[in-house]
């Protein structure tokens, strides 16, 4: 990685979920795809991906949703380019999680996203304050909290 660029990882001892807070200028990185969720706001810039089949840019408060096994890429088409916060969620521990807060909710199901990038403020809100809480890793009962929000 060159000086331009950096990453910032951590991962939550409770839950697993792994956060990263990064910085892109120009090519960031090739088409790949993840097994887990992601949900992430772009901080800083402007950040360019194909997803879906789509060409997507991301600005500031924009929130970035993603599906296990969806193939995407990213570039900053700005000098400046961007910095993003994204939670990498498992999807076993979703559906935990979402069983404990919704006891209706139907065993074996996902989740899934209909659009992938929201112009939600409250949707960006809770998914920067999850990724806050977890990645300074916070006290137990800040960081649930922020998690049920989400």
């Known amino acids: 990685m060159n000086a331009r660029n950096w990453i910032d990882l951590a991962q939550d001892a409770d839950t697993g979920i792994e956060s990263i807070r990064a910085h892109f200028r120009g090519h960031a990185y090739d088409p790949h ?18 997803c879906r089949r789509m060409k997507h840019v991301s600005t500031p408060g924009k929130a970035i949703l993603l599906e296990p096994g969806e193939l995407h890429d990213g570039h900053a088409p700005t000098e400046d380019g961007f910095t993003y916060s994204m939670l990498y969620l498992d ?3 979703l ?3 979402l069983h404990a807060l919704f006891e209706h909710a139907p ?7 209909a659009d992938t990038l929201s112009t939600d403020r409250y949707l960006s809100g809770a998914i920067f304050r999850a990724f806050q809480a977890l990645h300074a890793r916070e006290l137990r009962i800040v960081r649930q909290s922020a998690i049920d929000d989400l």
């Open 33 to 50: 795809w993840h097994d887990s969720f992601l949900v992430g706001v772009t901080e800083q810039g402007v950040q360019q991906f194909h």
């Open 91 to 93: 999807p076993q521990w």
């Open 95 to 97: 559906e935990r999680e």
């Open 107 to 113: 065993a074996d199901s996902q989740p899934s996203f």
